[in-house]
């Protein structure tokens, strides 16, 4: 089917268009922004401070905790272990709040067939 034919979907379905403006749509899309920006912005701020003290405060970031591993090294793998905990949370945070908005959306997409 080309882009310039009329669509055609099964009666009972919605097109994409009716989909994008729907209520639950725009719910998902909310729900979608209120988790990733904040998330993204406390990372970037997370990271950047990382990056600015390792920059700037070496005698800080040098200070020995046990044997050769440093405060520096410690951020360094913090940095992994939240990136870890944002999946995490991600995951949780889309398995209950926005699948099930999703699966009602794909339900009226395909017209109520599974």
């Keep these: 089917m080309s882009t310039t034919e009329p669509s ?3 009666p009972g379905s919605k097109s994409w268009a009716e989909v994008h403006a729907s209520e639950d ?3 998902l899309r909310s729900r979608l922004r209120r ?3 904040p ?4 990372f970037l701020v997370w990271y950047l401070t ?10 800080f970031m040098s200070i020995k905790v046990i044997g050769n591993i440093n405060v520096g090294l410690i951020f360094g793998l913090l940095q992994f272990v939240s990136t870890f905990a944002i999946t995490a949370l991600y995951i949780r945070y889309a398995n209950r709040k926005l699948d099930p908005i999703a699966d009602r959306i794909k339900e009226d997409m395909e017209g109520g067939a599974s």
Excluded at 39 to 42: D, H, K, P, R, S
Excluded at 50 to 59: E, I, L, Q
Aim: proline share 4%.
């Design 8 to 10: 055609a979907h099964p």
């Design 39 to 42: 998330m993204t912005a406390l």
């Design 35 to 37: 988790f990733v920006f």
């Design 50 to 59: 990382y990056v600015v003290v390792a920059d700037y405060a070496h005698d």
């Design 25 to 27: 749509f725009q719910r």
